[in-house]
C-alpha cells in the first residue's frame, strides 16, 4: 500500500504543476494579486508532495520491498544501507525522480527568497517552472513510473550496478542534477522577462546569484564525477570525453558565458539579447544531456534507458521548450534597445570575446558528441570520436582564453588603455615566462602543452594575486566586495586547474606487467614490491585483494591493497589502490590472474604527478561561484516599478568596480 502514496503524490504534483503554471500567468497579465501569490503556495505544495514521492520510493528500497519492479532491479537482501539509499537515483526511473525532486527544490527555493522582486514578475518566473515541472512529471508518470508492482513478488532482486557502489556515486549525482536543474531558474527569469517585456538590467540582477549558485553545483557534480571516473574505473584517467560527460560539460561551458554576458548586461545593459540567449541555450543543453542519457541512444557507462518511448518523449519535450522560447525571443528582440557603445580595447570587448570562444568551444564538443550518433541514425556508418579531436581543438582555444582571462578583470569599462593594461600586468607576464622556462628545464617530458598550460596557470594566478591585494590595499570604499571575491577565487581555481590538467598525462608514468609474489618494479623512483593476494569477503562481494610496499631511496612510503570483486551473479570489478599526494599520485589496478594457481597477475602501476591539482582547482572554482552568488548587492528590495518597456532600463547607474 506504501508504494501507491507515492504514486498518488506523484499525479497531485501533476495538478499543482498545471495549476502553477496557469494562474500565476493570468494573475500577471490581469493584475490579479491572488492569483500571482496562488505561484508561492503552489510551488511549496508541489515541493512537498514530490518530496512524500520520493521518501516512499526510499523506504521501499531500505525497507526492501521487492514487489516494487524498480526496487527488484536495482537492489538486493545483501546490498549495504547507504548503497539502499543511492540505488533509489541508481537507474532510469529513480534517477528522474531525483531530477524532478530537485527541481522542486529550487522552485520552492525562488518562492521562498525572490519575496522582494515585483509581483508580476515573481508570478511569471513561477509559472515558466510549473510548465517545466508539468512536462518532466508526465514523462515519469507515463514512461517512468517508478512505483510499478511485480505481481508476485521477487524473493531478492538483482543487485545495483557494482560501478554504482560508491562513495562518490552517493553524491555525485544530487550535486550534478543541482547545476543542470538550477540553470531552469536562469532559464525561467529570462522568459519571464521576455513574457513581462522587462528585459533590462534588473532581471539580470535577480538572475545572477541564481546562475552562480548552479554554475557552482555543475562545477561541483562534473568534478565529483571525475574523480569517481578516475578511482572507480581503473584507467588512470580523468576525463574521457564521454558522451554524458559531454552532455554535463556543454552547459557548464554555456553557463560560464551567461555568467560573463550577465556581468556586461548588469553593469552596462549590454548584450542582452545575447544574455538571453545565453540563458535559454544553457537550460536547453541540460535538458539535451537529459535526453542522450534517458533515450538509450549512448553506449555509456551512465546511460540506462532503452525505451525509444522514452526518447520520443524527451525529443518532443526539447522541441516544445527550445522552439516555444526562441519563438517568443524573435517576437520580443525587435522591441529591445541595447547598451551603450564601447570600445575596440575595453571590458566589455574582452568579455564579449571571452563568451565567442566558449561558445565555439561547446558548439565543438556538441559536434564531436552528436556527430556519431547522426551518421548511426542514417544508416550512414560508424565513426568513434574521442580525444585526439576533443583533445586538440581544446587546446587550441583554452590558450587564447586563459591569456584573456586576466585581461577582462583588469580592463575599464567602456574604453581602456593598452599600455596601462601592459603596465598592470607586467609582473604576471614575467612570472608566466620564468614558469615556462623553469617547466622546460625541470620537466622536460612536459611538451609544448604542459610548458604552455604551465605559463598560463601562472600568467591567471600571479595576475589574480597581484589584482586582490591592490584592491585590499585600496581605500577602504573600494574593498573588494564578496562578488570580486569570487570572482578572483574562481579564475584562481582556472588556473590551479591547468596546472593539472596541462601536466598530469605528459609527465606521468605508467607500466602494465605481470607480476608473482616477490616481484618488484621501479617507477618514477617508487619501489613496488608484490606481496601476493589473499582472499577477502566485503558486506555483498568475495574479492582478491593485492598487497604492494611502496619504498623510495630504500624508506618505507606505503602499502597499496588492490581488489578484483565478484559480486552477486557473478559481476566482477576492479577496485585500484590509492596513495593521494599534493603533488604526485601512486596509483595500482588489479588485473586478472594469469596463471590457474592465481600466483601471477597482471598489474598495471600510476604515478601521477599533479593530478590532484584539477580537483583543487574544480573546488576553487565551485567556492568562488558560491560566495559571488552570497554578495548583498543581490539581496536588495526593489523599489523600481514591476513593469518597464523593453528598452528602458530602470536601474541606477552601477559603479565602476568588476562585476
Not at 230 to 257: C, H, I, K, Q, R
Not at 282 to 299: E, K, M, N, P, Q
Not at 381 to 396: D, E, N, Q, R
Request: charged letters at 15%; one cysteine or more.
Amino acid at each position: 500500500m506504501i508504494p501507491e502514496i507515492g504514486q498518488v503524490t506523484l499525479i497531485g504534483a501533476l495538478l499543482v504543476a498545471i495549476l502553477m503554471g496557469t494562474l500565476p500567468l493570468i494573475g500577471a497579465s490581469t493584475g490579479n494579486q491572488r492569483l500571482m501569490r496562488v505561484g508561492q503556495t503552489a510551488a511549496t505544495a508541489q515541493f512537498l508532495l514530490i518530496a512524500t514521492s520520493f521518501a516512499v520510493l526510499t523506504w521501499a528500497f531500505i525497507s526492501q520491498d521487492f514487489s516494487v519492479e524498480y526496487v527488484a532491479r536495482n537492489s538486493n537482501s545483501q546490498l549495504p544501507m547507504e548503497y539502499r539509499f543511492s540505488a533509489v537515483w541508481g537507474s532510469h526511473e529513480g534517477s528522474l525522480l531525483l531530477w524532478e525532486l530537485i527541481l522542486c527544490l529550487w522552485t520552492f527555493a525562488v518562492a521562498l527568497f525572490s519575496k522582494k522582486l515585483p509581483d508580476d514578475f515573481r508570478a511569471r518566473t513561477l509559472a515558466v517552472l510549473g510548465w517545466i515541472s508539468t512536462g518532466f512529471l508526465m514523462f515519469v508518470i507515463f514512461t517512468s513510473n517508478p512505483f510499478g508492482r511485480l505481481i508476485p513478488s521477487a524473493a531478492d532482486g538483482l543487485d545495483l550496478n557494482p560501478l554504482l557502489q560508491d562513495p562518490g556515486l552517493i553524491i555525485h549525482p544530487p550535486m550534478l542534477y543541482m547545476g543542470y536543474v538550477g540553470f531552469s531558474v536562469s532559464f525561467a527569469f529570462a522568459v519571464a522577462a521576455l513574457l513581462g517585456q522587462q528585459v533590462d538590467r534588473d532581471w539580470v540582477r535577480w538572475s545572477r546569484p541564481w546562475t552562480h549558485v548552479a554554475w557552482a553545483f555543475l562545477t561541483l557534480g562534473i568534478a565529483l564525477g571525475s574523480w569517481w571516473a578516475y578511482y572507480e574505473l581503473g584507467w588512470g584517467g580523468w576525463w574521457f570525453w564521454d558522451p554524458v560527460e559531454n552532455a554535463s560539460f556543454m552547459p557548464w561551458l554555456v553557463g560560464t558565458a551567461l555568467i560573463h554576458s550577465q556581468a556586461v548586461t548588469e553593469k552596462r545593459g549590454a548584450f542582452r539579447n545575447w544574455t538571453l540567449i545565453l540563458a535559454i541555450t544553457a537550460f536547453s543543453l541540460c535538458l539535451l544531456g537529459t535526453f542522450l542519457v534517458r533515450s538509450g541512444v549512448l553506449t555509456s557507462v551512465h546511460a540506462f534507458a532503452s525505451d525509444p518511448t522514452r526518447g520520443v518523449f524527451i525529443l518532443t519535450y526539447l522541441f516544445v521548450v527550445v522552439g516555444g522560447s526562441l519563438l517568443l525571443f524573435a517576437i520580443r528582440a525587435p522591441g529591445m534597445v541595447q547598451g551603450s557603445n564601447f570600445a575596440g580595447l575595453s571590458r566589455e570587448t574582452l568579455l564579449l570575446v571571452n563568451n565567442l570562444l566558449l561558445v565555439v568551444m561547446t558548439a565543438m564538443v556538441l559536434i564531436g558528441t552528436l556527430y556519431p550518433l547522426l551518421l548511426d541514425a542514417l544508416d550512414a556508418g560508424k565513426i568513434s570520436v574521442g580525444p585526439p579531436y576533443f583533445g586538440t581543438l581544446f587546446a587550441l582555444l583554452l590558450i587564447p582564453l586563459a591569456l584573456l582571462l586576466p585581461l577582462s578583470f583588469y580592463a575599464k569599462w567602456q574604453e581602456d588603455k593598452l599600455k596601462r593594461l601592459m603596465r598592470k600586468l607586467a609582473v604576471p607576464a614575467v612570472l608566466a615566462v620564468v614558469t615556462a622556462a623553469a617547466t622546460a628545464f625541470w620537466l622536460p617530458d612536459a611538451g609544448g602543452w604542459g610548458i604552455a598550460g604551465s605559463a598560463a596557470a601562472a600568467w591567471i594566478i600571479a595576475s589574480c594575486l597581484r589584482y586582490y591585494f591592490s584592491r585590499l590595499t585600496a581605500v577602504k570604499g573600494q574593498r573588494p566586495s564578496r562578488s570580486e571575491t569570487g570572482m578572483i577565487l574562481a579564475h584562481l581555481g582556472v588556473g590551479v586547474f591547468l596546472i593539472g590538467a596541462s601536466l598530469t598525462n605528459p609527465v606521468s608514468s605508467e607500466k602494465h606487467l605481470r607480476m608473482v609474489p616477490g616481484d618488484s618494479f621501479e617507477l618514477a623512483g617508487y619501489n613496488f614490491v608484490f606481496e601476493g593476494t589473499r582472499g577477502v569477503r566485503g558486506p555483498n562481494y568475495f574479492a582478491d585483494e593485492g598487497e604492494f610496499i611502496v619504498y623510495k631511496e630504500g624508506e618505507r612510503v606505503t602499502s597499496l591493497y588492490p581488489q578484483k570483486r565478484r559480486y552477486p551473479n557473478n559481476q566482477v570489478m576492479t577496485e585500484a589502490a590509492l596513495d593521494p599526494g599534493l603533488t604526485r599520485d601512486l596509483y595500482v589496478s588489479l588485473g586478472e590472474p594469469l596463471d590457474d594457481q592465481g600466483n601471477a597477475w597482471a598489474i598495471r602501476i600510476y604515478h601521477k604527478p599533479f593530478i590532484r591539482f584539477i580537483w583543487m582547482g574544480a573546488l576553487l572554482m565551485m567556492f568562488g561561484g558560491f560566495l559571488a552568488a552570497s554578495d548583498r548587492r543581490y539581496r536588495r528590495k526593489v523599489t523600481a516599478p514591476a513593469k518597464k518597456p523593453a528598452g528602458e532600463t530602470g536601474a541606477r547607474r552601477l559603479e565602476e568596480a568588476p562585476a
